[in-house]
C-alpha cells in the first residue's frame, strides 16, 4: 500500500533535527553578540578567501582531516565512518563528502557543533575551515535554501520567556531543520509522547515544568543562511535545511498550541 509506505517512510529517524536545550543554538542579540558574531563571520570569509595567503582551500581539507579528525576526535562513536568521509573530501577534494560526515548518525555533529557553540580554542581553525567551507564554497550554491524551515527544540521554559517578540537571536553552532512541518510534527509528538511517559518528569514546587517541547519556525531570506541538503543526508526522507552558524534571525511570533499524540 503506498500510502503505508509513504507513512513509514516519514517516519523521523535522525536526532540532529531535535535538541534537548536552547543553549548550545541560540544566544540573545545584544551590541556584544553582535560586534562578535561580525568579527566570526569576517574571520569565516577571510579563511575561505585565503586573504592571508597561507592556507588556500586544498590545504583546509588536509588540515581538517589530519589535526582535527585523526588527532582530535579519535574516541567518538562512527569515527571509522567520519574518517572514511574526510578521507574522501581530501581526495577529492569534495565538500559533499563533509556534509555526508555531518548528516551520519554519529558523534560528530554533536561535537563539532558543542566545541562550537562553546569556542573551543583547541582546533579552532579547523573548525573555523569547515564553517568557511560549507558557508562559502562554490559547490555548494545549488544547494542554496530560501524559505520556511522547522526544528523541534526541549528549552527551560525560564529562558523561552527571555524571548520575547521583537528580539534578535543568533544560531551558535551548525542548526539541523526540515522543509518539512509534518516530519518536525511527528519529531514533537514522539518527544513529548515520551517526555510524558517518564514518571520523573521535572517540575518546579508549584507543579509547572520546567522545560517545554516547542517547535521553531525559521523563515530563511538570505542565500547560504540555509542549505537543503536532503540528497546528501543519510536520511534523505527527512527534508534537512542546515542553517549556518553565526546567523541572525528575529522573533516574529510566539504561539502555543497543543499536539495530540498516544502512545
Known sequence: NDGIKELFLRVPNSNRLVSDTGAIEWILIDDDVMK?????????????????????????????????????????SGIKNIRRYFRKATEEQNILWIIKAYTAETDFYKILNNEIAAGASQYQNERRYIIAL????????????????YRVLRINNDDLKKYEVGCSLMTKSFVSSSIDRKVAE??????????????????????TLIKSWIMCRYEIKHRRTGLHIENSSQYA??????????????VKDKKSSTFMFSR
Open 36 to 76: 562578535k558574531a561580525k568579527e566570526e563571520r569576517h574571520i569565516i570569509k577571510s579563511l575561505y578567501d585565503n586573504s592571508t595567503g597561507t592556507t588556500p582551500i586544498d590545504k583546509m581539507f588536509e588540515k581538517i582531516e589530519k589535526n582535527y579528525i585523526n588527532k582530535g576526535l579519535t574516541n567518538i
Open 134 to 149: 560549507i558557508s562559502h564554497n562554490l559547490r555548494l550554491d545549488e544547494f542554496t535554501f530560501i524559505g520556511t524551515a
Open 186 to 207: 511527528l519529531f514533537l509528538c514522539q518527544e513529548a509522547a515520551q517526555s510524558e511517559a517518564q514518571v520523573m518528569t521535572r517540575k518546579k514546587i508549584d507543579g
Open 237 to 250: 526522507n527527512e527534508g534537512e535545511i542546515l542553517i549556518m552558524p553565526y546567523s541572525v534571525f528575529e
